[in-house]
């Protein structure tokens, strides 16, 4: 079975100051990785994903996650964060394969707050 | 691309009582998928579809839930005689037919069972 662990509930961080939110996962077969953004009363935003190739991989508004096999991580990190990014942010699974389903485990999220 | 839609955005329900949410996804997508989430926690999966077919339900989704996806468009998911435990935010997702393509999620219907 499948399992994501967002090791912070609760990340609390200065405007321009960096950030990192981490992800772990668990898996007995290879995933892609995810990164979705939930803004208060809006729908989940995909950040970025990893699917295969190079390990470090960009997304939207400056965000950059690295993906570790060995650690079996998927650590999210922005090198200076804006007030506009206080929202809550979701790692996310699913299994690689033709006959899977393409369904999302998630973690349980993190609450990025971006103080002035 | 007007992106995915829900409605109703809110529901309140007594307990008992049977709910319906409609989910539309974005046109060219086969494949849709039905989430749940609670309070200060990440979504869970519910069901999938590819086009018509519902191809996999999680354990979550107890018999007094039901979906559809009639024609492979839209689709409905049914809750009959609620329960407080069934408050919850509802979320749908589509996506093209590969694992791994972008799922697009829409706002969710918010239930509040009474």
């Known amino acids: 079975a499948q399992s994501v662990t967002q090791l912070d509930s609760q990340v609390p961080v200065f405007e321009e100051a960096p950030v990192e939110l981490r992800c772990n996962y668990s898996s007995s077969v290879s995933v892609y990785l995810f990164w979705y953004v939930q803004y208060p009363n809006q729908g989940l935003q995909l950040l970025l994903k990893y699917l295969s190739g190079s390990t470090l991989v960009k997304g939207i508004n400056g965000f950059e996650a690295e993906f570790n096999k060995s650690q079996t991580s998927f650590h999210l990190r922005k090198p200076s964060v804006h007030i506009s990014d206080t929202a809550e942010y979701f790692c996310a699974v699913s299994h690689v394969g033709s006959g899977n389903t393409g369904k999302l485990i998630f973690g349980q999220g993190t609450t990025l707050q971006v103080k002035p | 691309d007007t992106g995915v839609s829900q409605d109703p955005r809110h529901k309140i329900t007594k307990r008992g009582q049977n709910v319906t949410f409609r989910c539309d996804p974005i046109s060219e997508h086969n494949r849709l998928y039905w989430y749940r989430q609670t309070l200060g926690q990440g979504p869970e999966f519910l069901t999938y579809f590819q086009n018509e077919a519902q191809l996999e339900k999680s354990r979550l989704l107890s018999d007094r839930f039901s979906a559809e996806r009639p024609k492979g468009s839209f689709s409905t998911l049914e809750i009959q005689r609620t329960e407080q435990g069934d408050s919850a935010m509802y979320l749908c997702?589509?996506?093209?037919?590969?694992?791994?393509?972008?799922?697009?999620f829409g706002p969710g219907t918010r239930l509040t069972v009474l």
């Open positions: 997702a589509s996506s093209r037919g590969l694992n791994g393509d972008t799922q697009y």
